[in-house]
Every structure is written in structure tokens, then in C-alpha cells.
């Protein structure tokens, strides 16, 4: 069974500062994807990053970077600079990947609160 | 703005109550998800479909049930309502796509959830 897993519930920095979520998965498949969507305040979720299994180079989106790492099974991300808009619940899921069109595997999130 | 459509954005009822939340998936795409994301069990995989069938089930109670119509919106009924059942309750529609390595993969756009509160 899959299983994705958020230890931090939540956390709280002071703006500018660096933050790593970390988010470890459990999975069968030789092959799937992972993914981080961001929930604001406002309740809906917005989509970040999809990572496949084949592609453990890490990635860099201007202050949000992503480090997978299969050896841990870790999807790990990293806000630098944290802003106050920054402030969400930050979830890590996880799919399938041959058929292509499979239900995402939720974490529980993380609530990361960054203060001005 | 996604591009996935949910309606009602809030609906507030009484325990034992039907009530149905409705999703128009993105143009396009073929597949719709429903998921629940309530304070003890987070984000739940309740039932997907796919071009009109029912392509996989997850955590979904007997007292919910679910369809995709011709045009491909979807709709998730929801009965005999419980006060654990308040939630907010989102659709995705998906597009699969094709990666450079040749594998397909399945991005997920989220609608905005409708918030069920039972009273």
C-alpha cells in the first residue's frame, strides 16, 4: 500500500528565514510520481511540483527548491527567504505512474506559518 | 483559477439530509476525482472517474455515491447525512500527459471544494 508521511504538523519561522519540509513515502511501485500542492488560507489547493521515480535530479523554482532522494524515499522542500505569503498547509502526495490516471496518496500536510 | 468548476462553494444542512455537490472538470479532460479533506483524516481519495465509468474507489461511505454524465461534469451525492461527514470536499480533473522518457503521468487540478458543514 502507499503511504505517505509529513512528521512536521506544523511549523512556524520568522520571515527570511530558510524552512525544509520534509515528507518520506512508502510505495510498492518501482515506478510513480510525487507531488506538493500548497493549501492557502483561502482553502484551495495549487498544485507546485510533480517529480517522476526515473528523475532524481533535484529542482530549483525561484525560492522553492526540491530534493528527492530515493535511497530515504524522501521528497523534501525547501522555501528560501520565507515570505508571509508563504503561509499555508503544504501537502505531499503521491501516484502511480504506469496507467497514468490514478488517485493521489495525501500526507497529512504541514502548516507552515512564517511571521513578519 | 484552475479550470475546474465546483458548485456550491458553501452549503450548511441538517444531519440526515441528501445533499449534491456538482464539478466541471476542465476542458478536456476525461478523468474526475473527489476527495475529502476533514480535521482527523485529511485528504481522502473517495472515487474516481473516467470518461463516464467508475474507474477506482477509495475511503467512500455506502451513503455516498457519485456519476459523471455525458458532458463529463460530475456530480457526489451525499446521504443521510452525519455531523462527522462535514468537510470540505474537493474535485480534480486530470490530464495525462506524456514525459520525455516516453512514461505517462497524471497532473491533477484541483477545484476550489465546496465546504459542507452538517448541523
Known amino acids: 500500500a502507499q503511504k505517505v508521511t509529513q512528521a512536521q504538523t506544523e511549523i512556524s519561522v520568522v520571515e527570511k528565514e530558510d524552512v525544509t519540509l520534509d515528507c518520506v513515502y512508502e510505495t510498492r511501485d518501482t515506478t510513480y510520481y510525487l507531488f506538493w500542492y500548497k493549501q492557502p488560507p483561502s482553502g484551495e489547493l495549487v498544485f507546485l511540483i510533480r517529480r517522476n521515480s526515473f528523475d532524481e535530479q533535484n529542482e530549483i523554482s525561484g525560492r522553492y527548491s526540491w530534493n528527492f532522494q530515493k535511497s530515504t524515499s524522501s521528497f523534501n522542500f525547501t522555501i528560501t527567504a520565507s515570505q508571509v505569503v508563504d503561509s499555508a498547509v503544504y501537502f505531499c502526495?503521491?501516484?502511480?505512474?504506469?496507467?497514468?490516471?490514478?488517485?493521489?496518496?495525501f500526507g497529512k500536510g504541514t502548516r507552515l506559518s512564517v511571521i513578519a | 483559477d484552475s479550470g475546474v468548476t465546483q458548485t456550491p462553494k458553501h452549503l450548511i444542512t441538517a444531519t440526515g439530509q441528501r445533499v449534491t455537490l456538482r464539478c466541471s472538470p476542465r476542458s478536456g479532460d476525461l478523468s474526475v476525482y473527489w476527495y475529502q479533506q476533514s480535521l482527523d483524516q485529511g485528504l481522502q481519495f473517495l472515487i474516481q472517474?473516467?470518461?463516464?465509468?467508475?474507474?477506482a474507489k477509495g475511503n467512500i461511505l455506502e451513503r455516498f455515491s457519485a456519476q459523471q454524465f455525458p458532458d463529463l461534469h460530475s456530480e457526489l451525492n451525499l446521504s443521510s447525512l452525519e455531523l462527522g461527514d462535514s468537510a470540505l470536499y474537493f474535485c480534480?480533473?486530470?490530464?495525462?500527459?506524456?514525459?520525455?522518457?516516453?512514461?505517462?503521468?497524471?497532473?491533477?487540478?484541483f477545484g476550489p471544494g465546496t465546504r459542507l458543514t452538517v448541523l
Open positions: 502526495a503521491l501516484s502511480e505512474l504506469l496507467s497514468g490516471n490514478t488517485p493521489l496518496v
Open positions: 472517474y473516467y470518461n463516464g465509468e467508475e474507474r
Open positions: 480534480a480533473s486530470s490530464v495525462v500527459g506524456t514525459s520525455g522518457a516516453g512514461s505517462s503521468y497524471n497532473e491533477q487540478f
